[in-house]
């Protein structure tokens, strides 16, 4: 079973819609996360982390974590043309920092 | 912003065939990272270093060497290329072990 899945593997809202993905892991070993995206023809670009339950909001973006569920999840309000791309979540352990990426959910904003 | 640069960009080999892939980065971080990308898996470490002349194993280090020359210089060596490792492979760095990961823009790797 794959470590970290993420729903749905594609999306698609309205512009000035809301878009939520979601990612949970199956390894308790992981404690902290990641929101990465990826606009095609470039490498990922980090978002935002989160290590805390609760939420955590930079600008138009908000994260999500559960740490009893291993549940973390991403809400983009407002959402642009600019933020199709695709979006992986990323987990990894306290003591090696290795990141283990989920295969991504793929969000497109309609004008 | 941190920069990492790759080369080269693209490249074609036959298998069987030797291939270098290199990376750069320039932010004075000590870990940086070899992954690849492939349809319907997402990204995948293969090998990580957190100095010049250290080498940690990832998770899917077969059939690839690496080597970290110097702070800045991270090399990626597949001396039997194999069809299996065509792929999109990006290079990362960060200042620490649980710190953001920057990545290069990536070499698409095509194995006849």
């Known amino acids: 079973q794959q470590k970290v899945q993420q729903s749905p593997e594609s999306l698609s809202v309205p512009e000035g819609g809301m878009a939520s993905l979601n990612c949970t892991s199956s390894?308790?070993?992981?404690?902290y996360f990641w929101w990465y995206r990826q606009h095609s023809g470039e490498g990922p670009k980090a978002l935002m982390s989160i290590f805390s339950d609760g939420d955590k909001k930079e600008g138009r973006f908000t994260a999500h974590l559960n740490k009893a569920s291993l549940h973390v999840s991403l809400h983009i309000r407002d959402s642009q043309p600019s933020d199709s791309a695709l979006y992986f979540c990323a987990a990894s352990e306290p003591n090696t920092g290795k990141l283990t990426f989920g295969d991504g959910t793929v969000l497109t904003v309609k004008p | 912003e941190a920069a990492v640069t790759q080369s080269p960009r693209n490249k074609v080999t036959v298998t069987g065939g030797n291939v270098t892939l290199s990376c750069r980065q320039t932010n004075s971080h000590n870990y940086m990272y070899w992954y690849r990308q492939d349809t319907g898996h997402g990204l995948r470490l293969i090998h990580y270093s957190y100095g010049a002349g250290n080498l940690q194993i990832g998770d899917v280090p077969d059939g690839y060497k690496a080597t970290r020359t110097t702070q800045e210089d991270f090399f990626l060596l597949l001396e039997l290329a194999s069809p299996s490792q065509t792929s999109l492979y990006f290079c990362?760095?960060?200042?620490?072990?649980?710190?953001?990961?920057?990545f290069g823009p990536g070499t698409r790797l095509l194995v006849l």
């Open positions: 990362a760095s960060s200042r620490d072990i649980q710190d953001t990961q920057y």
């Open positions: 390894d308790r070993n992981f404690q």
